[in-house]
Protein backbone atom coordinates (compact mmCIF):
# COMPACT_ATOMS: atom_id res chain seq x y z
CA UNK A 1 0.00 0.00 0.00
CA UNK A 2 1.21 3.63 -0.94
CA UNK A 3 0.90 6.31 1.55
CA UNK A 4 1.36 9.60 0.21
CA UNK A 5 1.73 12.82 2.02
CA UNK A 6 -0.76 15.22 0.51
CA UNK A 7 3.05 18.00 0.03
CA UNK A 8 4.07 15.29 -2.67
CA UNK A 9 1.01 14.69 -4.28
CA UNK A 10 1.06 18.51 -5.05
CA UNK A 11 4.60 18.52 -6.29
CA UNK A 12 3.57 15.86 -9.07
CA UNK A 13 0.51 17.50 -9.60
CA UNK A 14 2.61 20.71 -10.29
CA UNK A 15 5.59 18.72 -12.25
CA UNK A 16 2.93 17.34 -14.47
CA UNK A 17 1.40 20.48 -15.08
CA UNK A 18 4.07 22.54 -15.93
CA UNK A 19 5.38 19.25 -17.79
CA UNK A 20 2.68 19.51 -20.22
CA UNK A 21 2.66 23.07 -20.90
CA UNK A 22 6.16 24.15 -21.33
CA UNK A 23 7.08 20.57 -23.08
CA UNK A 24 4.01 20.69 -25.32
CA UNK A 25 1.67 24.00 -25.63
CA UNK A 26 3.98 26.73 -24.43
CA UNK A 27 5.24 27.77 -28.07
CA UNK A 28 1.03 27.47 -29.18
CA UNK A 29 0.26 29.45 -25.89
CA UNK A 30 -1.62 32.51 -26.96
CA UNK A 31 -2.56 30.82 -30.93
CA UNK A 32 -5.34 31.79 -32.58
CA UNK A 33 -7.25 28.51 -34.00
CA UNK A 34 -5.23 26.26 -36.06
CA UNK A 35 -4.20 22.96 -37.44
CA UNK A 36 -7.14 20.26 -37.44
CA UNK A 37 -10.66 21.45 -37.72
CA UNK A 38 -9.40 25.40 -37.30
CA UNK A 39 -12.88 25.66 -38.61
CA UNK A 40 -14.62 24.52 -35.68
CA UNK A 41 -12.20 26.09 -33.31
CA UNK A 42 -12.74 29.82 -35.07
CA UNK A 43 -16.62 29.50 -34.27
CA UNK A 44 -16.26 28.80 -30.88
CA UNK A 45 -13.78 31.34 -30.26
CA UNK A 46 -15.92 33.98 -32.34
CA UNK A 47 -18.44 33.36 -29.83
CA UNK A 48 -16.40 34.61 -26.98
CA UNK A 49 -15.70 37.63 -28.54
CA UNK A 50 -19.35 38.44 -29.28
CA UNK A 51 -19.85 37.92 -25.40
CA UNK A 52 -17.24 40.16 -24.75
CA UNK A 53 -19.28 43.05 -26.60
CA UNK A 54 -22.26 41.82 -23.64
CA UNK A 55 -23.94 40.17 -25.32
CA UNK A 56 -26.74 37.60 -23.48
CA UNK A 57 -25.58 34.01 -22.56
CA UNK A 58 -28.71 32.93 -24.17
CA UNK A 59 -27.97 35.20 -27.61
CA UNK A 60 -24.85 34.08 -28.90
CA UNK A 61 -23.88 35.30 -32.28
CA UNK A 62 -19.99 34.70 -34.15
CA UNK A 63 -18.27 37.25 -36.10
CA UNK A 64 -20.02 36.01 -39.71
CA UNK A 65 -23.10 38.76 -40.30
CA UNK A 66 -24.89 36.41 -42.76
CA UNK A 67 -27.47 35.84 -40.48
CA UNK A 68 -29.02 38.88 -38.49
CA UNK A 69 -25.97 40.18 -36.24
CA UNK A 70 -24.39 37.07 -36.84
CA UNK A 71 -27.05 35.29 -34.28
CA UNK A 72 -26.66 31.75 -34.17
CA UNK A 73 -28.18 28.80 -32.39
CA UNK A 74 -25.45 26.80 -30.45
CA UNK A 75 -24.87 24.44 -27.75
CA UNK A 76 -25.09 26.15 -24.07
CA UNK A 77 -22.13 28.59 -24.32
CA UNK A 78 -21.80 29.50 -20.73
CA UNK A 79 -17.92 28.57 -20.99
CA UNK A 80 -17.53 31.28 -23.44
CA UNK A 81 -19.71 33.95 -21.80
CA UNK A 82 -17.15 32.80 -18.39
CA UNK A 83 -14.28 33.41 -20.79
CA UNK A 84 -16.11 36.74 -22.22
CA UNK A 85 -16.89 38.45 -18.43
CA UNK A 86 -13.34 38.07 -17.51
CA UNK A 87 -12.37 39.80 -20.51
CA UNK A 88 -14.30 42.41 -19.68
CA UNK A 89 -13.28 42.73 -16.32
CA UNK A 90 -9.91 44.03 -17.73
CA UNK A 91 -7.83 40.90 -18.53
CA UNK A 92 -5.70 41.83 -22.12
CA UNK A 93 -8.25 41.49 -25.25
CA UNK A 94 -5.48 40.73 -27.04
CA UNK A 95 -4.41 37.65 -24.99
CA UNK A 96 -8.01 35.85 -25.25
CA UNK A 97 -6.65 32.83 -26.95
CA UNK A 98 -4.26 32.40 -23.89
CA UNK A 99 -6.96 32.61 -21.59
CA UNK A 100 -9.24 30.18 -23.36
CA UNK A 101 -6.85 27.70 -24.01
CA UNK A 102 -4.95 28.15 -20.49
CA UNK A 103 -8.25 27.39 -18.50
CA UNK A 104 -9.49 24.77 -20.84
CA UNK A 105 -6.22 23.16 -19.93
CA UNK A 106 -6.06 23.16 -16.37
CA UNK A 107 -9.73 21.80 -16.11
CA UNK A 108 -9.26 19.22 -18.03
CA UNK A 109 -5.70 18.19 -16.54
CA UNK A 110 -7.11 18.27 -12.62
CA UNK A 111 -9.88 16.42 -13.51
CA UNK A 112 -7.66 13.68 -15.25
CA UNK A 113 -5.03 13.70 -12.75
CA UNK A 114 -7.83 13.93 -9.33
CA UNK A 115 -9.08 10.05 -11.35
CA UNK A 116 -6.09 8.75 -12.03
CA UNK A 117 -4.55 9.34 -8.62
CA UNK A 118 -8.04 8.34 -7.17
CA UNK A 119 -7.95 5.05 -8.86
CA UNK A 120 -4.30 4.33 -8.68
CA UNK A 121 -4.25 5.02 -4.92
CA UNK A 122 -2.76 2.04 -3.89
CA UNK A 123 0.22 2.45 -6.01
CA UNK A 124 3.80 4.99 -5.74
CA UNK A 125 3.60 8.09 -6.40
CA UNK A 126 6.17 7.60 -9.36
CA UNK A 127 3.78 4.91 -10.77
CA UNK A 128 0.96 7.21 -11.00
CA UNK A 129 2.29 10.16 -12.67
CA UNK A 130 3.64 7.58 -15.39
CA UNK A 131 0.39 6.51 -16.25
CA UNK A 132 -1.15 10.12 -15.97
CA UNK A 133 1.53 10.68 -18.67
CA UNK A 134 1.06 7.72 -20.73
CA UNK A 135 -2.90 8.42 -20.84
CA UNK A 136 -2.51 12.29 -21.04
CA UNK A 137 -0.65 11.73 -24.63
CA UNK A 138 -3.30 10.12 -26.64
CA UNK A 139 -2.81 12.61 -29.64
CA UNK A 140 -6.36 14.34 -29.81
CA UNK A 141 -6.64 14.58 -25.35
CA UNK A 142 -3.08 16.48 -25.90
CA UNK A 143 -4.46 18.60 -29.07
CA UNK A 144 -8.10 19.71 -27.58
CA UNK A 145 -7.23 19.71 -23.97
CA UNK A 146 -5.39 23.29 -25.35
CA UNK A 147 -7.88 24.03 -27.63
CA UNK A 148 -10.96 26.01 -28.26
CA UNK A 149 -13.80 23.15 -28.85
CA UNK A 150 -16.38 22.19 -26.17
CA UNK A 151 -15.84 18.38 -26.52
CA UNK A 152 -13.19 18.34 -23.96
CA UNK A 153 -15.45 20.00 -21.54
CA UNK A 154 -17.99 17.90 -21.17
CA UNK A 155 -14.96 15.11 -20.80
CA UNK A 156 -13.73 17.28 -17.78
CA UNK A 157 -17.06 16.87 -16.26
CA UNK A 158 -17.62 13.13 -16.85
CA UNK A 159 -14.15 12.03 -15.31
CA UNK A 160 -15.23 14.12 -12.36
CA UNK A 161 -18.32 12.14 -12.38
CA UNK A 162 -16.44 8.47 -12.75
CA UNK A 163 -14.53 10.12 -9.52
CA UNK A 164 -17.28 10.49 -7.72
CA UNK A 165 -18.59 7.18 -8.64
CA UNK A 166 -15.70 5.33 -8.06
CA UNK A 167 -15.69 6.69 -4.55
CA UNK A 168 -19.18 5.75 -3.70
CA UNK A 169 -21.88 6.36 -6.32
CA UNK A 170 -24.70 6.16 -3.98
CA UNK A 171 -23.51 8.65 -1.89
CA UNK A 172 -22.39 10.93 -4.73
CA UNK A 173 -25.29 10.10 -6.81
CA UNK A 174 -27.21 13.80 -6.60
CA UNK A 175 -23.42 15.93 -7.80
CA UNK A 176 -22.80 12.73 -10.43
CA UNK A 177 -26.57 13.40 -11.77
CA UNK A 178 -26.12 17.38 -11.65
CA UNK A 179 -22.33 17.49 -12.80
CA UNK A 180 -23.22 14.93 -16.25
CA UNK A 181 -26.40 17.08 -16.50
CA UNK A 182 -24.11 20.37 -17.01
CA UNK A 183 -21.69 18.05 -19.73
CA UNK A 184 -25.48 17.32 -21.71
CA UNK A 185 -26.11 21.23 -21.97
CA UNK A 186 -22.68 21.72 -23.63
CA UNK A 187 -22.24 18.44 -25.35
CA UNK A 188 -25.29 17.00 -26.09
CA UNK A 189 -24.06 13.62 -26.91
CA UNK A 190 -22.57 13.42 -23.95
CA UNK A 191 -26.01 12.48 -22.27
CA UNK A 192 -25.88 9.14 -23.08
CA UNK A 193 -23.67 8.96 -19.37
CA UNK A 194 -26.64 11.28 -17.73
CA UNK A 195 -29.05 9.10 -18.87
CA UNK A 196 -26.90 5.89 -17.87
CA UNK A 197 -26.00 7.01 -14.47
CA UNK A 198 -29.82 7.63 -13.58
CA UNK A 199 -30.57 4.24 -15.06
CA UNK A 200 -28.17 2.35 -13.40
CA UNK A 201 -29.53 4.22 -9.35
CA UNK A 202 -33.13 3.68 -10.87
CA UNK A 203 -33.11 0.04 -11.36
CA UNK A 204 -31.52 -0.29 -8.12
CA UNK A 205 -34.46 1.69 -5.89
CA UNK A 206 -37.30 1.32 -8.23
CA UNK A 207 -38.77 -1.64 -6.22
CA UNK A 208 -38.14 0.51 -2.81
CA UNK A 209 -38.21 3.88 -3.94
CA UNK A 210 -37.17 6.81 -1.61
CA UNK A 211 -36.80 9.97 -1.12
CA UNK A 212 -33.29 10.29 -3.19
CA UNK A 213 -35.18 8.43 -5.64
CA UNK A 214 -37.78 11.15 -5.53
CA UNK A 215 -35.55 14.37 -5.65
CA UNK A 216 -33.26 12.77 -8.35
CA UNK A 217 -35.78 11.87 -10.22
CA UNK A 218 -37.07 15.36 -10.42
CA UNK A 219 -33.51 16.65 -11.04
CA UNK A 220 -33.82 14.05 -14.11
CA UNK A 221 -37.23 15.51 -15.61
CA UNK A 222 -35.84 18.87 -15.43
CA UNK A 223 -32.74 18.63 -16.15
CA UNK A 224 -34.16 16.94 -19.26
CA UNK A 225 -36.41 19.24 -20.12
CA UNK A 226 -34.02 22.00 -19.56
CA UNK A 227 -31.98 20.67 -22.31
CA UNK A 228 -35.12 19.44 -24.28
CA UNK A 229 -36.13 23.39 -24.49
CA UNK A 230 -33.07 24.66 -25.13
CA UNK A 231 -31.99 22.27 -28.16
CA UNK A 232 -35.26 22.79 -29.37
CA UNK A 233 -36.14 26.56 -29.20
CA UNK A 234 -32.72 27.88 -28.70
CA UNK A 235 -30.28 26.01 -31.39
CA UNK A 236 -32.74 24.22 -33.82
CA UNK A 237 -35.98 26.84 -34.62
CA UNK A 238 -32.99 29.68 -33.68
CA UNK A 239 -30.63 28.14 -36.51
CA UNK A 240 -33.87 27.83 -38.89
CA UNK A 241 -35.65 31.24 -38.18
CA UNK A 242 -32.24 32.99 -38.96
CA UNK A 243 -31.46 30.70 -41.67
CA UNK A 244 -27.96 29.77 -39.77
CA UNK A 245 -25.85 27.03 -40.16
CA UNK A 246 -23.05 28.01 -38.94
CA UNK A 247 -23.51 25.09 -36.24
CA UNK A 248 -25.37 21.04 -36.30
CA UNK A 249 -28.84 21.49 -35.27
CA UNK A 250 -30.15 18.63 -36.90
CA UNK A 251 -29.52 15.11 -36.63
CA UNK A 252 -27.59 13.36 -39.52
CA UNK A 253 -27.80 10.05 -39.69
CA UNK A 254 -27.01 7.29 -42.74
CA UNK A 255 -29.61 7.08 -45.26
CA UNK A 256 -28.88 3.13 -46.41
CA UNK A 257 -26.61 0.44 -44.70
CA UNK A 258 -23.77 1.29 -47.16
CA UNK A 259 -23.63 5.32 -45.77
CA UNK A 260 -23.24 3.47 -42.25
CA UNK A 261 -20.63 1.12 -43.07
CA UNK A 262 -18.76 4.11 -44.62
CA UNK A 263 -18.76 5.48 -41.24
CA UNK A 264 -16.89 3.35 -40.00
CA UNK A 265 -14.33 3.08 -42.95
CA UNK A 266 -13.58 6.59 -43.41
CA UNK A 267 -13.43 7.52 -39.61
CA UNK A 268 -11.07 4.55 -39.00
CA UNK A 269 -8.48 6.64 -40.56
CA UNK A 270 -8.51 8.32 -37.09
CA UNK A 271 -7.59 4.93 -34.77
CA UNK A 272 -4.00 6.47 -34.15
CA UNK A 273 -5.46 9.70 -33.47
CA UNK A 274 -7.62 8.80 -30.79
CA UNK A 275 -5.05 6.48 -29.32
CA UNK A 276 -1.18 6.37 -30.19
CA UNK A 277 -0.14 2.57 -30.95
CA UNK A 278 1.63 2.02 -27.32
CA UNK A 279 -1.75 3.20 -26.02
CA UNK A 280 -3.92 1.07 -28.32
CA UNK A 281 -1.15 -2.03 -27.15
CA UNK A 282 -1.68 -1.27 -23.26
CA UNK A 283 -5.38 -1.27 -24.00
CA UNK A 284 -5.25 -4.52 -25.87
CA UNK A 285 -3.59 -5.95 -23.17
CA UNK A 286 -5.86 -5.55 -20.72
CA UNK A 287 -8.81 -6.04 -22.43
CA UNK A 288 -7.07 -9.89 -23.07
CA UNK A 289 -6.10 -9.94 -19.67
CA UNK A 290 -9.66 -9.13 -18.45
CA UNK A 291 -10.89 -11.76 -20.69
CA UNK A 292 -8.99 -14.21 -19.54
CA UNK A 293 -9.26 -13.68 -16.00
CA UNK A 294 -13.22 -13.32 -16.08
CA UNK A 295 -13.86 -15.43 -13.16
CA UNK A 296 -11.70 -14.12 -10.86
CA UNK A 297 -11.63 -10.13 -11.73
CA UNK A 298 -16.36 -10.03 -12.34
CA UNK A 299 -16.53 -5.90 -11.92
CA UNK A 300 -19.53 -5.06 -9.82
CA UNK A 301 -22.88 -5.12 -11.24
CA UNK A 302 -23.15 -1.36 -11.32
CA UNK A 303 -20.21 -1.60 -13.82
CA UNK A 304 -21.55 -4.28 -15.90
CA UNK A 305 -25.04 -1.90 -16.16
CA UNK A 306 -22.47 1.01 -16.89
CA UNK A 307 -21.13 -0.66 -19.69
CA UNK A 308 -24.68 -1.83 -20.80
CA UNK A 309 -26.73 1.72 -20.73
CA UNK A 310 -23.50 3.35 -22.61
CA UNK A 311 -23.08 0.92 -25.15
CA UNK A 312 -26.63 1.61 -26.14
CA UNK A 313 -26.26 5.24 -26.09
CA UNK A 314 -22.91 4.81 -28.57
CA UNK A 315 -24.93 3.02 -30.75
CA UNK A 316 -27.94 5.57 -30.82
CA UNK A 317 -25.75 8.43 -31.07
CA UNK A 318 -23.84 6.45 -34.18
CA UNK A 319 -26.95 5.97 -35.89
CA UNK A 320 -28.18 9.45 -35.62
CA UNK A 321 -25.37 11.51 -35.91
CA UNK A 322 -22.60 8.70 -37.77
CA UNK A 323 -21.85 10.95 -40.61
CA UNK A 324 -20.20 13.55 -38.28
CA UNK A 325 -17.91 10.91 -36.92
CA UNK A 326 -16.51 10.74 -40.45
CA UNK A 327 -14.57 13.40 -40.39
CA UNK A 328 -14.80 15.09 -36.35
CA UNK A 329 -12.26 13.12 -34.63
CA UNK A 330 -13.20 15.56 -31.72
CA UNK A 331 -17.01 13.54 -31.45
CA UNK A 332 -15.24 10.56 -29.76
CA UNK A 333 -14.34 13.15 -25.98
CA UNK A 334 -17.60 13.23 -24.91
CA UNK A 335 -18.77 9.74 -25.90
CA UNK A 336 -16.48 6.71 -25.91
CA UNK A 337 -13.52 8.27 -24.21
CA UNK A 338 -14.67 8.82 -20.63
CA UNK A 339 -15.61 5.50 -20.40
CA UNK A 340 -12.65 3.65 -21.88
CA UNK A 341 -10.51 5.62 -19.85
CA UNK A 342 -12.75 4.68 -16.48
CA UNK A 343 -12.26 1.01 -17.37
CA UNK A 344 -8.43 1.71 -18.24
CA UNK A 345 -7.78 2.84 -15.21
CA UNK A 346 -9.66 0.46 -13.37
CA UNK A 347 -7.98 -2.67 -14.98
CA UNK A 348 -4.30 -1.05 -14.68
CA UNK A 349 -5.31 -0.60 -10.96
CA UNK A 350 -6.29 -4.54 -11.16
CA UNK A 351 -3.01 -5.74 -12.67
CA UNK A 352 -0.63 -3.52 -10.84
CA UNK A 353 -1.65 -5.51 -7.41
CA UNK A 354 0.33 -8.87 -9.12
CA UNK A 355 3.43 -7.37 -10.09
CA UNK A 356 6.28 -5.91 -8.74
CA UNK A 357 6.49 -2.32 -7.72
CA UNK A 358 10.03 -2.17 -9.38
CA UNK A 359 8.74 -4.18 -12.12
CA UNK A 360 5.44 -2.29 -12.25
CA UNK A 361 7.62 1.09 -12.55
CA UNK A 362 9.62 -0.31 -14.95
CA UNK A 363 6.80 -1.10 -17.87
CA UNK A 364 4.84 2.36 -16.65
CA UNK A 365 7.87 4.36 -17.82
CA UNK A 366 8.18 2.74 -20.82
CA UNK A 367 4.94 3.34 -21.34
CA UNK A 368 5.34 7.05 -20.49
CA UNK A 369 8.22 7.78 -22.39
CA UNK A 370 7.14 5.96 -25.61
CA UNK A 371 3.53 7.18 -25.51
CA UNK A 372 4.60 10.91 -24.48
CA UNK A 373 6.77 10.55 -27.83
CA UNK A 374 4.39 9.34 -30.00
CA UNK A 375 1.84 11.92 -29.03
CA UNK A 376 3.56 15.01 -28.68
CA UNK A 377 5.16 14.50 -32.38
CA UNK A 378 0.88 14.38 -33.30
CA UNK A 379 0.51 16.76 -31.74
CA UNK A 380 3.20 19.35 -32.90
CA UNK A 381 2.01 17.77 -36.58
CA UNK A 382 -2.10 18.62 -35.88
CA UNK A 383 -0.60 22.05 -35.20
CA UNK A 384 0.41 22.71 -38.77
CA UNK A 385 -0.58 23.27 -42.45
CA UNK A 386 -0.37 20.44 -43.83
CA UNK A 387 -1.83 17.48 -40.88
CA UNK A 388 -0.89 13.99 -42.04
CA UNK A 389 -3.80 11.48 -40.91
CA UNK A 390 -2.92 8.28 -41.57
CA UNK A 391 0.03 9.01 -44.06
CA UNK A 392 -2.40 11.34 -45.82
CA UNK A 393 -1.74 15.04 -45.91
CA UNK A 394 -4.72 17.37 -44.83
CA UNK A 395 -3.97 21.41 -45.71
CA UNK A 396 -4.93 23.60 -43.06
CA UNK A 397 -3.64 27.08 -44.25
CA UNK A 398 -3.03 30.27 -42.22
CA UNK A 399 0.57 31.52 -42.97
CA UNK A 400 -1.59 33.94 -45.12
CA UNK A 401 -3.38 35.29 -42.56
CA UNK A 402 -0.50 35.65 -39.84
CA UNK A 403 -1.05 39.74 -38.09
CA UNK A 404 -4.21 40.08 -40.66
CA UNK A 405 -5.56 42.65 -38.33
CA UNK A 406 -2.63 44.57 -37.68
CA UNK A 407 -2.13 45.16 -41.43
CA UNK A 408 -5.38 45.88 -42.29
CA UNK A 409 -5.75 47.94 -38.85
CA UNK A 410 -4.42 51.19 -40.71
CA UNK A 411 -7.60 51.14 -43.25
CA UNK A 412 -10.05 49.55 -41.79
CA UNK A 413 -11.99 50.73 -38.52
CA UNK A 414 -12.71 48.62 -35.89
CA UNK A 415 -16.69 48.83 -36.26
CA UNK A 416 -16.67 48.10 -40.25
CA UNK A 417 -17.59 45.06 -41.83
CA UNK A 418 -15.13 43.13 -43.68
CA UNK A 419 -15.97 40.60 -46.49
CA UNK A 420 -12.96 37.52 -46.87
CA UNK A 421 -13.61 35.86 -50.38
CA UNK A 422 -12.47 32.35 -51.72
CA UNK A 423 -12.65 31.15 -48.14
CA UNK A 424 -15.05 28.30 -46.74
CA UNK A 425 -14.99 28.79 -43.04
CA UNK A 426 -17.60 31.21 -41.59
CA UNK A 427 -15.38 32.73 -39.25
CA UNK A 428 -11.62 31.50 -39.36
CA UNK A 429 -10.12 34.08 -41.39
CA UNK A 430 -12.25 36.82 -39.13
CA UNK A 431 -10.79 35.92 -35.98
CA UNK A 432 -7.35 36.40 -37.56
CA UNK A 433 -8.60 40.27 -38.91
CA UNK A 434 -10.50 40.57 -36.05
CA UNK A 435 -13.48 41.93 -37.69
CA UNK A 436 -17.17 41.09 -38.14
CA UNK A 437 -18.00 40.12 -41.86
CA UNK A 438 -19.00 37.38 -43.74
CA UNK A 439 -16.97 35.09 -45.86
CA UNK A 440 -17.81 33.29 -49.34
CA UNK A 441 -16.57 30.29 -50.83
CA UNK A 442 -15.27 29.62 -54.89
CA UNK A 443 -19.01 28.16 -55.97
CA UNK A 444 -20.61 31.50 -53.76
CA UNK A 445 -18.46 33.93 -55.70
CA UNK A 446 -18.89 32.47 -59.26
CA UNK A 447 -22.64 32.36 -59.17
CA UNK A 448 -24.45 34.92 -61.76
CA UNK A 449 -26.49 36.08 -59.04
CA UNK A 450 -23.84 35.54 -56.29
CA UNK A 451 -25.04 36.85 -52.71
CA UNK A 452 -21.28 37.94 -52.30
CA UNK A 453 -23.33 40.89 -54.08
CA UNK A 454 -26.82 40.68 -52.90
CA UNK A 455 -24.95 40.94 -49.36
CA UNK A 456 -23.12 43.31 -50.60
CA UNK A 457 -25.81 45.63 -51.17
CA UNK A 458 -27.68 44.85 -48.27
CA UNK A 459 -24.86 45.38 -45.59
CA UNK A 460 -23.04 48.10 -47.43
CA UNK A 461 -19.91 46.84 -47.09
CA UNK A 462 -16.99 48.65 -47.88
CA UNK A 463 -14.15 46.08 -47.58
CA UNK A 464 -13.10 42.95 -49.18
CA UNK A 465 -10.24 41.14 -48.38
CA UNK A 466 -9.13 38.48 -51.25
CA UNK A 467 -6.50 35.58 -50.84
CA UNK A 468 -3.26 36.44 -53.09
CA UNK A 469 -4.02 32.49 -54.83
CA UNK A 470 -7.45 33.57 -55.84
CA UNK A 471 -6.56 37.54 -57.11
CA UNK A 472 -6.98 36.13 -61.07
CA UNK A 473 -10.02 34.44 -60.52
CA UNK A 474 -11.37 37.24 -58.29
CA UNK A 475 -11.45 39.48 -61.83
CA UNK A 476 -12.96 36.67 -63.80
CA UNK A 477 -16.06 36.39 -61.11
CA UNK A 478 -16.34 39.73 -60.26
CA UNK A 479 -15.01 42.27 -63.22
CA UNK A 480 -17.52 44.65 -62.47
CA UNK A 481 -17.52 45.04 -58.95
CA UNK A 482 -13.17 45.29 -59.11
CA UNK A 483 -13.67 48.29 -61.57
CA UNK A 484 -15.70 49.97 -58.70
CA UNK A 485 -12.99 49.37 -55.63
CA UNK A 486 -9.92 50.57 -54.49
CA UNK A 487 -7.03 48.65 -53.51
CA UNK A 488 -5.74 49.92 -49.83
CA UNK A 489 -3.51 47.16 -49.05
CA UNK A 490 -1.28 44.53 -51.32
CA UNK A 491 1.27 42.22 -50.07
CA UNK A 492 2.07 37.88 -51.22
CA UNK A 493 -0.73 37.32 -48.97
CA UNK A 494 -3.92 39.34 -49.37
CA UNK A 495 -5.18 42.26 -51.04
CA UNK A 496 -7.40 44.71 -49.20
CA UNK A 497 -9.89 46.60 -51.57
CA UNK A 498 -12.61 49.34 -50.09
CA UNK A 499 -15.52 49.53 -52.31
CA UNK A 500 -15.90 52.80 -54.38
CA UNK A 501 -19.82 51.94 -54.99
CA UNK A 502 -21.49 51.37 -57.94
Not at 49 to 76: C, H, M, N, Q
Not at 106 to 133: D, G, M, P, Q, Y
Not at 327 to 353: C, N, R
Not at 467 to 489: C, G, M, R, V, W
Request: net charge positive; glycine share 4%; aromatic share 18%.
Amino acid sequence: MSLIKPKWLHVSFVILFLFFFFFVFFNYANEKPRGIHQWAQADRLAIAERFIEGRSVVDPATLSIKSEDGKVGVEFSGYQYLIAQIVRLGYPHKYLPFLYRFLTYTLFFCSLFVLVFNILKEESILFKSLVFIGLFSSPILLYYSYNFLPDILALTLLLWCFYLMHNNFEKHFIPILLISGLSLFIKTSSGIYFISFFAIFFLKHVRKPNRKLLISGLLFALIGAGVAYYDYFLVNQRNAKLYSYVFLSGTRPAQNWSEFVEIFTTAKRFLKEYLNTSQWLVIGLLLIYQLIRTKQFRITNKHLQLSFFVALGLLSIIILFGIQYKDHDYYVLGTFMPILLFFTLKSIAQVAEYIHPRTAVIIASLFAVVSFTQGSNRYFNRMSENVLINGHGEPYKREWLIDADKKIAPYVPKNELVYVIYVPEPNFSLIYFARNGATFNAEEMARDNSPFNWFQDLQDAKYVVCPATKLEQYHQDQEEFISNSTILFSDNYFTLYKVNGY
